[in-house]
Antibody, heavy 117, light 106 residues
Framework: EVHLVESGGGAVLPGGSLRLSCVPS????????MNWVRQAPGKGLEWVAY????????YYADSVKGRFTITRDNAKNSLTLHMTNLRGDDTAVYFC???????????WGRGALVTVS | DIQMTQSPSSLSASVGDTITITCQAS??????INWYQQKPGTAPEILIY???FLAAGVPSKFSGSGSGTEFTFTISSLQPEDVATYFC?????????FGGGTKVEI
């Protein structure tokens, strides 16, 4: 069974940094592209970042470009979102998801709450 | 960037009703649109992919159609367990924009 588990969320001051991790299981991680999607309190879903299965291609929402970095380690089965220069409007639950470009995000983690205040 | 305009933003219907949600893409996305259901405090779940294909384990009361720029999502025989927010998302090009969501109430 496919599982995605996020960790690393928490409270941080404006201008601070945080690193989110997503640990996959139940599938061959290196075969799938991955995404991060966030949801601010009471708001809709906002796509944040994409990484190809090899890690060679990444893409970011304009709202986080230059501040967030998505990386993956296929040897260690891990996905990371490094967030810097955090702002109040980055406060959200961050979900990692499998797939999404050219197809559906079939599997999602439970999310990690990031509070910038 | 492709923008997704979803409507209505909320709706209230009765048990047994059929409801329809629409998404309009700002440019042709073929059939690359997915529909998700999200209940409070949980992650989204895929219901429909590639405009009209039912995801595994999803009941046939959910359906989708459309191509190009106009898409519809339908729930037939609405039940209390269908209370949720529904989102469309285009998957044709990056960034993978979501629609604004439709909150469905009974």
């Amino acid at each position: 069974e496919v599982h995605l588990v996020e960790s690393g969320g928490g409270a941080v001051l404006p201008g601070g940094s945080l690193r989110l991790s997503c640990v996959p299981s139940g599938f061959t991680f290196r075969s799938y592209e991955m995404n991060w999607v966030r949801q601010a309190p009471g708001k809709g879903l906002e796509w944040v970042a994409y990484i190809s299965n090899t890690g060679y291609t990444t893409y970011y929402a304009d709202s986080v470009k230059g501040r967030f970095t998505i990386t993956r380690d296929n040897a260690k089965n891990s996905l990371t979102l490094h967030m810097t220069n955090l702002r109040g409007d980055d406060t959200a639950v961050y979900f990692c998801g499998r797939g999404g470009y050219g197809g559906p995000t079939e599997h999602w983690g439970r999310g990690a709450l990031v509070t910038v205040s | 960037d492709i923008q997704m305009t979803q409507s209505p933003s909320s709706l209230s219907a009765s048990v047994g009703d059929t409801i329809t949600i629409t998404c309009q893409a700002s440019q042709d996305i073929g059939q690359c649109i997915n529909w998700y259901q999200q209940k409070p405090g949980t992650a989204p779940e895929i219901l429909i992919y590639d405009s009209s294909f039912l995801a595994a384990g999803v009941p046939s009361k959910f359906s989708g159609s459309g191509s190009g720029t106009e898409f519809t999502f339908t729930i037939s025989s609405l039940q209390p367990e269908d209370v949720a927010t529904y989102f469309c998302q285009q998957c044709a090009s990056l960034p993978l924009i979501f629609g604004g969501g439709t909150k469905v109430e009974i």
